[in-house]
T-cell receptor, first 118, second 114 residues
């Protein structure tokens, strides 16, 4: 079974600074997807960024980028030029790309609460 | 495009009562998922519908939980009878057939069993 670990329960950053959230995972599969989701205090989870395991290039979405290290099974999220609106709980998640009954299932990490200080 | 809608947003019930949560996915999304987060713990998968069929219900905790998706549209999750440990936030999500997509989540239902 796959597991996802976020070792940082809480992180904080000053506005306009850069912060990196850590995520490691364990899987025996070679093809999968990794996601970062953001859950603001209003509670709806929003997809921040997605990485396909077979792609070497790290995904980037505006101020959000990932450092995907497949061999190390590491998938960190870097937020540049942090804004007050970035404050939220961030979840790392894994999804298999292989068929089978559980292909659609997301496995989540424990979450990291990010605080942004003005 | 309307998002994933869940209601109620909050529910407080007494132990032993029944509660039904509803999820309306994005129109055209064949896949519908239920997850829950018990206080302080990680989000756990409950089950996955493809249209009206249960693709994977391996996460359902016990037979007090019953999920349905009639006609492949909205889904309900019934807890009967509710226990204290059922308290948490129940999330619904939907996705199109393309597996590479992430999900679109609803805002969740916060269930409190007292």
């Amino acid at each position: 079974a796959q597991t996802v670990t976020q070792s940082q329960p809480e992180m904080s950053v000053q506005e306009a600074e850069t912060v990196t959230l850590s995520c490691t995972y364990d899987t025996s599969e070679s093809d999968y997807y990794l996601f970062w989701y953001k859950q603001p205090p209003s509670r709806q989870m929003i997809l921040v960024i997605r990485q396909e395991a077979y792609k070497q290039q790290n995904a980037t979405e505006n101020r959000f980028s990932v450092n995907f290290q497949k061999a190390a099974k590491s998938f960190s999220l870097k937020i540049s030029d942090s804004q007050l609106g970035d404050a939220a709980m961030y979840f790392c998640a894994y999804r298999s790309a292989i068929g089978g009954t559980s292909y659609g299932k997301l496995t989540f990490g424990q979450g990291t609460i990010l605080t942004v200080h003005p | 495009e309307a998002g994933v809608t869940q209601f109620p947003s909050h529910s407080v019930i007494e132990k032993g009562q029944t509660v039904t949560l509803r999820c309306d996915p994005i129109s055209g999304h064949d896949n519908l998922y239920w997850y829950r987060r018990v206080m302080g713990k990680e989000i756990k998968f409950l089950l996955h519908f493809v249209k009206e069929s249960k693709q994977d219900e391996s996460g359902m905790p016990n037979n007090r939980f019953l999920a349905e998706r009639t006609g492949g549209t909205y889904s309900t999750l019934k807890v009967q009878p509710a226990e204290l440990e059922d308290s948490g936030v129940y999330f619904c999500a939907s996705s199109p057939s393309d597996r590479s997509h992430g999900y679109t989540f609803g805002s969740g239902t916060r269930l409190t069993v007292v």
